[in-house]
């Protein structure tokens, strides 16, 4: 055995790997010794596996989830973007070593009920955000309508990642006469302007609550892991789910598509690379308008 997982500290966002060190470091112990990989090996693979599913896909922090075959094969085809083949493929072997040590063949084999099934990169429709909205409205007490109205708002409105919305503080909106800001600390630092159409729950927001409150479900003293999708789960049925991955993409697509420059948009989503937003280039339509401005 190598040097113990508890030392271990991965390239992850600061906030995030706080949110999951714990278990990643118990689920390496664990398998620790019942894998052909090192343990050094094991914290890499896990610590990626367990970032993508809290932070993008919304999934609960439980072993026979996280490191069930179905969402080890969704994080390999949609977190690993960019990444080679190979690369792919021995941290795809990886983690099934360590499902098979933490869970059992048998256990790693049985089906769970199915992974969120759409794309994470896929814009919604506006007939969806219809229906979100109607979601939101249609909740069953003014808490969860009012927090279900920011969730939107945040995501589809400002495009803030599952955890950029969890630790937002209503001191961070800002409402003037000519829109709504808000400011995002942590280590993708910036201020960017909510979209219109969406700021009136965040001024309703910022007009009830007291600084210091959490923008979204204010009644709490901490951000913990999944608290949005938490929140969404216990929705009744509906035809559309809120994803804060899908509603960002919302976000992202609707600019690139408006004609935003590209280096604005970094800035205001929080991404050094380009590469960030390719995944969402094939949502957007040619605009024949943005073509003659090659001309110029």
Not at 46 to 57: F, G, K, P, Q
Not at 96 to 111: C, F, K, N, Q
Not at 240 to 250: D, G
Request: glycine residues 6%; aromatic residues 8%; contains cysteine.
């Amino acid at each position: 055995m190598d040097s113990g997982s508890s030392s271990y500290e991965p390239t992850l966002d600061t906030a995030v790997w706080l949110a999951v060190r714990e278990f990643v470091n118990a689920a390496v112990a664990d398998s620790s010794g019942r894998t052909a990989y090192k343990e050094s090996v094991l914290n890499v693979a896990a610590s990626r596996l367990v970032a993508w599913c809290w932070e993008s896909a919304g999934l609960p922090l439980d072993r026979t989830v996280v490191f069930h075959r179905d969402t080890i094969a969704r994080f390999i085809a949609v977190g690993c973007g960019g990444w080679k083949p190979a690369a792919r493929g021995n941290l795809r072997s990886q983690l099934l070593r360590m499902s098979e040590a933490l869970l059992g063949r048998t256990a790693s084999l049985r089906r769970l009920g199915p992974l969120p099934p759409s794309d994470p990169s896929h814009p919604y429709s506006v007939d969806e955000l219809v229906a979100l909205r109607n979601w939101a409205s249609a909740q069953s007490t003014p808490f969860r309508r009012t927090n279900a109205a920011v969730l939107l708002a945040l995501g589809a409105g400002a495009g803030l990642s599952a955890l950029e919305i969890g630790e937002l503080r209503v001191e961070a909106i800002d409402v003037q006469p000519d829109g709504v800001t808000v400011a995002i600390e942590g280590d993708r630092r910036r201020s960017l302007p909510v979209r219109r159409v969406w700021e009136q729950a965040l001024v309703d927001r910022v007009r009830t609550s007291p600084p210091g409150s959490y923008a979204f479900r204010e009644n709490r003293t901490a951000n913990y892991p999944n608290l949005v999708s938490s929140f969404v789960v216990r929705s009744s049925s509906m035809r559309v789910r809120p994803t804060s991955q899908r509603l960002r993409a919302t976000w992202i697509v609707h600019h690139l598509a408006a004609g935003v420059p590209v280096v604005t948009l970094m800035r205001a989503a929080g991404v050094e690379s380009l590469e960030a937003f390719t995944r969402y280039i094939r949502f957007v339509s040619d605009d024949p308008n943005h073509a003659e401005r090659l001309r110029e």
